[in-house]
């Protein structure tokens, strides 16, 4: 069965940093692209950053490009999402998700792990 | 911010038909992008519903259908169900963002 799960969220101070971290089982975690997306409370999906199964092919949302960097470790099955200048507006519950491919390319999302939550806040 | 948009709710009763539209632009589903379409139900995290269009996971009832035509997309749940209601989300990938754009989601409730 496969499995994402996030954590490395909490409660932080603006512009301060955060590294989020996402596990991953049941698959060959190296023969696909991964994602995140966050969801602020309350509020609708937003897509926030993606990494081919390779790392070459990286992509962010503009809300996050500059501040936010995805990476992955496929020897330990390990997604991340390293956040610095953390904003208020950053706020959400982060998912990571599984792509069906190796680039990430026109893709859906599917499983998306259970999420762990960021709160920007003084 | 989404740049699909879709109907805030619809509502239905038990076994009715509902629809949920997802208006996009040429950069995106008229680009001829790939729509899908996600489950959310509450406190959970979204399920693919959708994928491609109009292809169901295993284990999504056939209830569930997706079309497209143009810069719009289609959810389409028909013998409505109690537990059918909850929130949707459309998806696609937008050219012109390099990146992928969600809907403003949709909250079905059954009468």
């Known amino acids: 069965e496969v499995q994402l799960v996030e954590s490395g969220g909490g409660l932080v101070q603006p512009g301060r940093s955060l590294r989020l971290s996402c596990a991953a089982s049941?698959?060959?975690?190296?023969?696909?692209?991964m994602h995140w997306v966050r969801q602020a409370p309350g509020k609708g999906l937003e897509w926030v950053s993606s990494i081919s199964w390779d790392s070459d092919i990286i992509g962010y949302a503009d809300s996050v490009k500059g501040r936010f960097t995805i990476s992955r470790d496929n020897a330990k099955n390990s997604l991340f999402l390293q956040m610095d200048s953390l904003r208020p507006d950053d706020t959400a519950l982060y998912f990571c998700?599984?792509?069906?491919?190796?680039?990430?390319?026109?893709?859906?999302?599917?499983?998306w792990g259970h999420g762990t939550l960021v709160t920007v806040s003084s | 911010q989404s740049v699909l948009t879709q109907p805030p709710s619809v509502s239905g009763a038990p076994g009715q038909r509902v629809t949920i539209s997802c208006t996009g632009s040429s950069s995106n589903i008229g680009a001829g992008y790939d729509v899908h379409w996600y489950q959310q139900l509450p406190g959970t995290a979204p399920k693919l519903l959708i994928y491609g269009n109009n292809n169901r996971p295993s284990g999504v009832p056939d209830r569930f259908s997706g079309s497209k035509s143009g810069t719009s997309a289609s959810l389409a749940i028909t013998g409505l169900q109690a537990e059918d209601e909850t929130d949707y989300y459309c998806?696609?990938?937008?050219?012109?963002?390099?990146?992928?754009?969600f809907g403003t989601g949709t909250k079905v409730t059954v009468l």
């Open positions: 998700a599984k792509d069906h491919r190796k680039y990430w390319y026109n893709a859906f999302f599917d499983p």
């Open positions: 998806q696609s990938y937008d050219s012109s963002l390099t990146g992928y754009v």
């Open positions: 049941g698959f060959n975690f190296d023969d696909y692209a």
